[in-house]
């Protein structure tokens, strides 16, 4: 081979190299949640969070050097369309999600994830069973149900005694969790329900709980199940007169149901982890969300929490490969708009657990005690 032919081979390799080490000097995430649909506000919410998150941490260098490419997930609250999703981001390389929102979702896609060695850690799916699977590779930054339906037994066993109370779920994994683990807290406290219904989410029309409720005289209604359905029913309970309280979970952190409800809506009390946009580390990052003009309500700042924590899990870990960064995630604490982080050996978040809310006036905001 003549000398010109080796340098022209040289200078190709040294190409080939660069555009290699190019197509490396990127680190691909996602989140994935409901970007359609009925709960496209939580969607949103996490979609934020994920693309702030991901600007911050670009703008200081990215993670171990390299730029973080964000991909964006629709699995509509899906069981089918979650996994699909998993299966996409497996084919585009994804290292690591943020999501997803509804356990129904995460618990399903999580097999892919756990299959295919990616780190899942949702800023939402309170199910218990995600965390049960014995995944190594999944985490959440929010609470179980069973933590949040304790808090709820309790709070509704101190304040309501003697009332007649319904527990109300929709069939769903997230809102049959909570409903379960709320109905378990409050027989362990020795209150059986007076009415135990299903119904059918994404209905226009729930004036058959409504008159059933009534008939039977409810005073708390206990919700397990979404925003959209919470606040039809709480509207439908007042225009047939009726007062009885509505307590339910964190899915009612939208303003969207506010939207719902009107008026209505005043009194809903609900259970939703400590306000993270309280934590002094929030500070920064919700004046950025506010200069843009908006507000990082409900999992805005649990999902770029989520984000935080794998990315410092990775730079302790020294790789954004799979057991190096589950092993940071284990061992470590992490610095984030949620507080100080860390996971037990289950996944599961070990923070501040559930605190009450009130709407009025078309806000939420935290009761001072219980």
């Known amino acids: 081979m003549s000398k010109f032919k080796i340098t022209l081979a040289a200078a190709a390799s040294a190409v080939a190299l660069l555009a290699a080490t190019g197509a490396n000097a990127e680190i691909v995430i996602a989140t994935v949640g409901p970007m359609t649909g009925p709960y496209a506000t939580f969607g949103e919410q996490m979609k934020m969070g994920a693309e702030m998150a991901v600007k911050d941490l670009n703008a200081k260098g990215g993670v ?3 730029k973080l490419v964000l991909e964006v997930g629709d ?5 089918k369309q979650a996994v699909a999703v998993a299966n996409q981001f497996v084919n585009k390389g994804v290292k690591f999600v943020a999501g997803h929102f509804c356990s129904g979702s995460s618990i399903p896609a999580s097999a892919v994830y756990n299959e295919e060695g990616i780190i899942q850690i949702s800023p939402a799916s309170t199910n218990p069973q995600l965390t049960e699977q014995g995944f190594k590779g999944v985490f959440r930054t929010c609470g179980r149900d069973d933590q949040q339906g304790e808090v709820a037994g309790k709070f509704i066993a101190d304040n309501y005694k003697g009332k007649k109370i319904a527990v109300v779920h929709d069939k769903q994994a997230y809102s049959k969790g909570l409903a379960d683990e709320t109905q378990k807290a409050l027989e362990g406290l020795g209150i059986k329900p ?4 299903t119904v059918t989410p ?3 029309d729930y004036s058959a709980l409504v008159t059933k409720l009534k008939q039977a005289g409810i005073d708390v209604l206990y919700y397990g199940g979404y925003h959209t359905e919470a606040g039809l029913i709480v509207r439908q309970m007042r225009e047939q007169g009726m007062d009885t309280q509505l307590i339910s979970g964190d899915a009612l952190v939208s303003d969207e149901y506010w939207s719902i409800t009107g008026d209505s809506g005043a009194g809903t009390l609900m259970t939703f982890s400590p306000d993270p946009a309280k934590n002094p580390t929030a500070k920064p990052v919700v004046e950025a969300f506010e200069a843009i003009g908006y507000k990082p309500e409900g999992y805005t700042l ?5 984000i935080q924590a794998w990315a410092q ?8 490969e799979f057991d190096a960064v589950v092993a940071a995630l284990n061992a470590n604490q992490f610095d984030t708009v949620l507080g100080s982080v860390g996971f037990d050996e289950k996944g599961d978040v070990t923070a501040p657990g559930y605190v009450f809310y009130k709407w009025e006036n078309g806000t939420y905001k935290e009761l001072a005690s219980n």
């Open 75 to 79: 699995d509509a609250c899906d069981p």
């Open 64 to 66: 171990l050097g390299e």
């Open 302 to 306: 649990y999902t770029y929490g989520a």
């Open 202 to 204: 994404g209905e226009k």
């Open 194 to 197: 007076a009415l135990t219904e």
């Open 313 to 320: 899990a990775a730079e302790k870990a020294k790789s954004s």
